[in-house]
């Protein structure tokens, strides 16, 4: 089983839907980050945790919202699709020791329309 | 913004020719990361080289950082087709504790 899973894997809404994407882990892991992949720009971080009680924003965090329901399980909503919000999502985890080597989940392709 | 520019963004060869790309950042680091994203897929580290080192190796990657021009490259040797993916290298930002990512390099091996 992998170890950083996703769900859904694709999902296509409607503009103004509300919308949460999972993810959960076996690691063991801390820490959890929720990335956004447009092409051309890389990845850039909306959200992380490094702990069940800890919320941080990223650089791109308006629009979003997360929650961490245990140390394994961290979601992303959107509350108010919108179009723009058309990418791919990425969760990741971190043992938050050392070097900070992260381990991605497959992603999520979001289609708003 | 981006920390990191990587370039070229695009590099075709043929198979058995090495591939090097080059990341560029512009703050101090406690360490540089390359993944590698095979189409739409999930992210995967490929290695690391901490702030101290100067080049480090593993199988047929070969990695250099020198901090003082603030600039990485990873150096794939000898490239198979299986190898063709995009590059992303990844800064961990001294006192922040997160990564930034590059664009990223979109690399092509034809047999």
């Known amino acids: 089983d992998a170890d950083v899973t996703q769900t859904p894997r694709n999902r296509i809404t409607k503009t103004g839907k509300r919308i949460m994407l999972e993810c959960s882990q076996t690691?063991?892991?801390?820490?959890m980050y929720w990335y956004r992949q447009d092409p051309g720009l890389g990845l850039r971080l909306i959200y992380y945790?490094?702990?069940?009680?800890?919320?941080n924003k990223g650089e791109i965090s308006d629009g979003y919202s997360v929650s961490r329901q245990a140390q394994a399980k961290f979601s992303l909503s959107l509350e108010s699709a919108i179009p723009n919000q058309t990418a791919l999502y990425f969760c990741?985890?971190?043992?938050?020791?050392?070097?900070?080597?992260?381990?991605f989940g497959p992603g999520t392709r979001l289609t708003v329309l | 913004s981006q920390q990191g520019e990587e370039d070229p963004q695009a590099l075709s060869i043929q198979e058995g020719e090495n591939a090097t790309m080059n990341c560029s950042y512009k703050?101090?680091?406690?360490?540089l990361q390359w993944y590698r994203q095979n189409s739409g897929r999930g992210l995967v580290h490929l290695i690391l080289?901490?702030?101290?080192?100067r080049e480090k190796h593993s199988g047929r990657l070969r990695v250099t950082l020198d901090t003082s021009k603030k600039s990485s490259s990873l150096l794939i040797t000898a490239s198979r087709a299986a190898d063709t993916a995009s590059y992303f290298c990844?800064?961990?930002?001294?006192?922040?504790?997160?990564?930034?990512f590059g664009t990223g390099t979109r690399l092509l091996v034809s047999p």
């Open positions: 945790s490094f702990d069940v009680k800890d919320i």
């Open positions: 080289i901490r702030s101290n080192e």
């Open positions: 990844a800064t961990d930002r001294t006192g922040f504790q997160k990564l930034v």
């Open positions: 990741a985890t971190s043992g938050g020791l050392g070097d900070n080597e992260q381990f």
């Open positions: 703050t101090s680091i406690n360490n």
């Open positions: 690691k063991g892991h801390d820490r």
